[in-house]
């Protein structure tokens, strides 16, 4: 299984997989023909359900308190035409958003998130079929609160004219492999397969299943009803990658600064690409180059968060492999389906394996990874 999981990684690497950019993090579309306190109070609760990731952040007391001076954090508006009708598209100030979360210690999501797609199969007592259409109405309520929160999901069976390449009962058996290769097309982070059942009278149950670090995780809920956990689905998903991805400004303890080298920079416009993505990352106050050899820059790193959320920043950028725990040295891959099949054509002979060797406790003081170009 181990071999397995590195194989469809390799397979999620060299298909130029990457994380989703959200354009419109700190911009809410609210109706016109309100008052001028409702619409700016409702733009900066979107804004902060989306920043935070977290609906319920506009109930804790001294965020709904501050919503009363809501016009402190607009920058800009303007009218727009909507599905729903005229609309006015409002944008608000970055900098004061994230002081207002970090002045509550509330942790804050940046613009760069993980993107995930969903194979959701419902099995019945007649049987087992994909939740299939834009008007199915579990598909259209995780879409539209992923949307709201700013969670980049892919539902491939929401297309009313996809056809799946795989089957349900593959899906519901659990077959990686397969899951895996149709959901390559979709560059995603990570997949998750959804399986309703309905195991009594009045009750449902959802299970979700994934790969984290190379271990498949499980998670059963169970309510009166699919929308229900469609709803409680999202919330534990969001919880999960909330403590990987979201950056609790200013909690930095100890380290707040350290050496970042990085390999495979070439050119000076890919030079210049890293440092603006370095830079753009919530984790960090300030990077500097401190040196340059060869292929080879050194980033001294000032950090506004702790390392951990640096490091976990660091791997949504696909075009950046660790070098850390390397083995042997990395190689860039050049033709990728045939190194994916003779990869795949090896695993029969290499199920043999030995145990990981165990990380170590202490934390290098260097970070080095290798850069992949476009």
Not at 67 to 94: R, W
Not at 279 to 304: G, P
């Amino acid at each position: 299984m181990r071999l397995l999981i590195a194989a469809l990684c390799f397979m999620l690497c060299v298909s130029g997989a990457q994380a989703k950019q959200l354009a419109d993090l700190y911009q809410a579309v609210v109706p016109a023909g309100q008052s001028q306190s409702a619409w700016q109070q409702q733009a900066l609760a979107q804004v902060l359900v989306k920043v935070t990731v977290n609906p319920a952040v506009v109930e804790q007391a001294a965020i709904k308190a501050e919503l009363k001076n809501a016009g402190n954090y607009i920058k800009t508006f303007a009218a727009i035409s909507s599905e729903q009708g005229p609309a006015l598209k409002v944008g608000l100030d970055e900098q004061k958003v994230q002081q207002l979360l970090s002045q509550h210690q509330i942790a804050i999501w940046g613009s760069r998130r993980p993107a995930i797609v969903l194979w959701p199969v419902e099995q019945t007592a007649e049987s087992r079929v994909f939740m299939q259409g834009a008007a199915h109405p579990v598909l259209s309520q995780i879409q539209q609160q992923a949307k709201a929160i700013g969670l980049p999901l892919d539902l491939p069976t929401a297309n009313d004219t996809y056809v799946a390449p795989l089957s349900q009962d593959e899906v519901w058996a659990g077959n990686w492999l397969l899951i895996e290769q149709a959901s390559l097309s979709f560059n995603a982070d990570q997949t998750l397969i959804l399986l309703f059942d309905q195991p009594s009278e009045g009750q449902y149950r959802l299970t979700w299943q994934g790969y984290e670090q190379d271990q498949l995780v499980s998670n059963e809920l169970v309510a009166s009803s699919q929308p229900e956990l469609a709803t409680a689905f999202l919330t534990g998903l969001t919880a999960q990658l909330a403590g990987k991805f979201a950056v609790q400004l200013g909690s930095q303890q100890g380290q707040t600064e350290l050496e970042l080298d990085i390999e495979g920079l070439t050119n000076f416009v890919d030079q210049v690409k890293v440092q603006q993505m370095l830079s753009a990352m919530l984790s960090v106050k300030q990077v500097t180059v401190q040196e340059r050899k060869a292929d080879l820059l050194k980033f001294k790193v000032q950090l506004a968060a702790d390392r951990s959320a640096f490091i976990n920043s660091l791997s949504l950028e696909r075009r950046l492999q660790s070098l850390q725990a390397a083995s042997e040295p990395a190689v860039t891959p050049v033709d990728t389906t045939d190194a994916a099949d003779e990869l795949f054509s090896e695993m029969a002979a290499e199920m043999a394996t030995e145990p990981a060797a165990a990380a170590p406790d202490v934390m290098p003081s260097v970070l080095r990874y290798r850069y992949i170009p476009n």
